[in-house]
């Protein structure tokens, strides 16, 4: 039997999924990367980030909802085809995607505004560490990095990310 906490983070996680403009951001973000050889920000991208920050959060005892850690690795890169088309940078065009998404959500499923906030910051955070960043902001940010195998891609010599940003080796 699913216990009602979960059923809830499963109708939060589901309404974001099918809501129109996360649809419209996602399918456009597939088309423009398409043919792209490197890192794409598909779904399995998405729930890697997720998957990871929720280890994180339970071996370093940070107390961070599942919901919250989930929505937030949901919804971090949905505005990548605005900065491919607009020169947004994504973590900006994704908050802002992301801002309109949560306040649609049904008042039972809702989150609170400290927690959209809690999101919205890691959203806008997660491409550089602030000093002072929030716990999700900082988790997102590490969780992020960590799902990309650079050290297992085939067109990791042509990526012009620096070489302090790439992930070279698995880590635990």
Known sequence: MIKNSENITAKRLTFIQNHPLYLSADRRLQE????RV???HQMNHLLDVARIAYILNLE???GISRD??????????IGKGRQYEEGIPHETAS???AEQILADMPA?????SEEQQQILTAIRGHRRLRRDAEPLEALLYKSDKMSRACFACPAESQCNWSNDKKNMEIQL
């Open 108 to 112: 039972k499923l809702a989150f609170t």
């Open 68 to 77: 919250l850690i989930y929505a937030a690795a949901l919804l971090h890169d």
């Open 38 to 40: 490197f890192c794409r």
């Open 95 to 97: 908050a802002d995607l």
């Open 60 to 62: 370093m005892k940070l």
């Open 32 to 35: 423009l990367e398409e043919t």
